[in-house]
């Protein structure tokens, strides 16, 4: 079936830093979404990207969409400590209307 | 602002007492949602309506069922809740129209579910 590995697992980084996480899989995805959820709520969705090689930019984030189709990116510049929380990736199934979604990033940020 | 709202927040239940969660929604999208998420995974989904129409998925238990009298709302009924169904309980909708758009899945902030 669809998987997504999500990579890495946590990070744990100093404020101000960048940070870079990824999501790859072995099927083509036509759709990457990226969410943050923190402590207690529900996911937030970031970035959503549609087309192949697309580019896309929310404040300080940044997300592209992999010309294979089979990977997407999520850059965060200059993290301060309410970046902190958990960077889920995710794809929508080849047929219905379900998502796949990737293990999660933990995101933890030094001040 | 158009949303999805979940009510209650906190949920506290004693084990084999029955509880309903609520859903609602703002965005009028024709598919609603629930995962159930444990700590630090992935949600995980539970069952989705399209307009009226139910959709299970084959791991979940019998004693998730679910409700959805209008577009507006959508419930998840707990029939004898364990102790293994402590989680948050998740609520999200989407518009099913072309792709992509139909795969972008809004959220709402979650149940926190105790079982005592």
């Known amino acids: 079936g669809q998987q997504l590995n999500q990579s890495p697992q946590s990070m744990f980084i100093q404020e101000g830093e960048d940070v870079s996480m990824n999501c790859t899989s072995s099927s083509i995805f036509n759709t990457w979404l990226w969410y943050k959820q923190d402590p207690g709520e529900g996911p937030v969705l970031l970035i959503a990207?549609?087309?192949?090689?697309e580019l896309t930019s929310n404040g300080r984030l940044t997300a592209q969409f992999g010309i294979t189709r089979k990977d997407s990116f999520l850059n965060i510049s200059a993290s301060i400590p309410s970046d902190v929380g958990i960077y889920f990736c995710?794809?929508?199934?080849?047929?219905?209307?379900?998502?796949?979604f990737g293990a999660g990033t933990i995101l933890r940020v030094k001040s | 602002d158009a949303m999805v709202i979940q009510n209650p927040r906190y949920q506290v239940t004693q084990f084999g007492k029955p509880v309903t969660l609520s859903c609602s929604q703002t965005?009028?999208?024709?598919?609603m949602y629930w995962y159930q998420q444990k700590s630090s995974q992935a949600p995980k989904l539970l069952f989705h309506y399209y307009d009226k129409d139910f959709n299970n998925e084959a791991d979940t238990p019998d004693n998730f069922q679910s409700r959805r009298p209008n577009t507006s709302f959508c419930f998840l009924d707990i029939r004898s809740p364990g102790l293994g169904d402590a989680a948050m309980y998740l609520c999200a909708t989407s518009r099913d129209e072309e792709r992509p758009t139909t795969d972008t899945q809004y959220f709402g902030p979650g149940t926190r579910l105790t079982v005592l």
């Open positions: 995710a794809g929508p199934m080849e047929y219905g209307n379900k998502l796949v």
């Open positions: 990207l549609y087309k192949a090689g």
């Open positions: 965005l009028n999208h024709n598919v």
